[in-house]
């Protein structure tokens, strides 16, 4: 009877090792993406290599992210905020705009979660029947002069830091607090960057919201 006791006792000690070991593994890593992201921007250190890295995991959209390689050191960029320790110094108001206007390229904006938004401009009437004009982002002369668009205005603040006050249009995103989903909207921004590459953005002014800006969007977001 005693030998059965401690047999029955030695297997119960072994199934809960057994589970213990289970519960304490790591999920494994979801599948991933990786390609090379050639980006020439004077102002990138030349030092870091950049990917792009999407996990098969649904929804694909909240699973993507820049890595950036550099020596033997990775950075994981999520964010606009995330990417200055692979910017060289900001030394100028060109060099401020370049870094905003990639931070919603196409090659960098579908991998940022806090950059949902487009700088728009003009639409431009092409110079011959050959000539194809993109319309994406583009606003109509009319509703340009009508919602009182302008260029992107760089200043330097007291501070150091260049501030840019742009034009964009953003794209379907929900709302944080209610999760409601808020339409297209063009919005007038503020961005600020230092001589770091150190960023941040500040909604200024909601223009306009149109179901024709739906027709600008190209969905890569």
Request: charged content about 30%; hydrophobic content about 40%; some cysteine.
């Amino acid at each position: 009877m005693m030998m059965r006791g401690i047999i029955l006792l030695t297997l119960s000690v072994i199934c809960l090792g057994t589970a213990c070991a289970k519960t304490s593994e790591k999920p494994p890593k979801p599948m991933q993406q990786v390609r090379d992201l050639d980006v020439d921007s004077v102002f990138l250190d030349e030092s870091c290599d950049l990917f792009a890295v999407q996990e098969l995991t649904m929804p694909l959209a909240e699973h993507n992210y820049l890595l950036a390689k550099c020596g033997q050191k990775e950075t994981v960029i999520r964010k606009a905020t995330e990417f200055f320790p692979i910017v060289r110094e900001i030394t100028s108001a060109d060099d401020a705009l370049e870094l905003v206007r990639l931070f919603t390229s196409q090659a960098i904006r579908p991998f940022l979660q806090d950059v949902y938004y487009n700088e728009v401009h003009k639409e431009v009437e092409p110079e011959s029947e050959d000539e194809i004009v993109e319309p994406w982002f583009a606003l109509s002369p009319e509703q340009y002069e009508e919602w009182k668009v302008q260029a992107p205005v760089v200043t330097q603040e007291e501070d150091g830091r260049y501030k840019i006050e742009r034009f964009v249009v953003s794209y379907p995103r929900k709302e944080e607090e209610h999760g409601e989903l808020i339409p297209p909207q063009l919005l007038k921004i503020r961005e600020w960057v230092d001589a770091e590459g150190k960023y941040s953005m500040e909604l200024q002014e909601v223009v306009a919201e149109d179901e024709g800006l739906q027709n600008i969007l190209l969905f890569t977001k």
